[in-house]
Nanobody, 130 residues
Framework: QLPLVESGGGLVQPGESLRLSCAAS????????IGWFRQAPGQRREPLAC????????YYVPSVKGRFFVSGNNAENTVYLLMNSLRPEDTGVYYC???????????????????????WGQGTQVTVSS
């Protein structure tokens, strides 16, 4: 069983919303920070949002702040990424990742994230197109 599994991707039109899920198994979820990342075609993977499951604090890169919202449900071992007002440039494969020690989330405010995360999901495709 994979430690992280993303779901909820699909094809949407510009302006629509989509909610992605990141389901965890096999580790103590509430002790980890969960980050969301996107890899657009031909681009490097970039950080988007991060939540600390211990206190619920969430951080966002400037380009998605106010449009994307991350939330966690420790009872369900799941983190969600709600994406509103989607744009064609939001197209890409979306990944979630888990980080145990340290504080990786505040750096997301500046577009920064640690290069090494403990677990990665396999990604879910989001396509925004009319």
């Amino acid at each position: 069983q994979l430690p992280l599994v993303e779901s909820g991707g699909g094809l949407v039109q510009p302006g629509e919303s989509l909610r992605l899920s990141c389901a965890a198994s096999g580790f103590t979820f509430r002790e980890y920070h969960i980050g969301w990342f996107r890899q657009a075609p031909g681009q490097r993977r970039e950080p988007l949002a991060c939540i600390s499951n211990s206190d619920g604090d969430a951080y966002y890169v400037p380009s998605v702040k106010g449009r994307f919202f991350v939330s966690g449900n420790n009872a369900e071992n799941t983190v969600y990424l709600l994406m509103n007002s989607l744009r064609p440039e939001d197209t890409g494969v979306y990944y979630c990742a888990a980080f145990e020690f340290g504080r990786p989330c505040p750096g997301f405010k500046h577009g920064l994230s640690p290069p090494e995360w403990d677990y990665w999901g396999q990604g879910t495709q989001v396509t925004v197109s009319s």
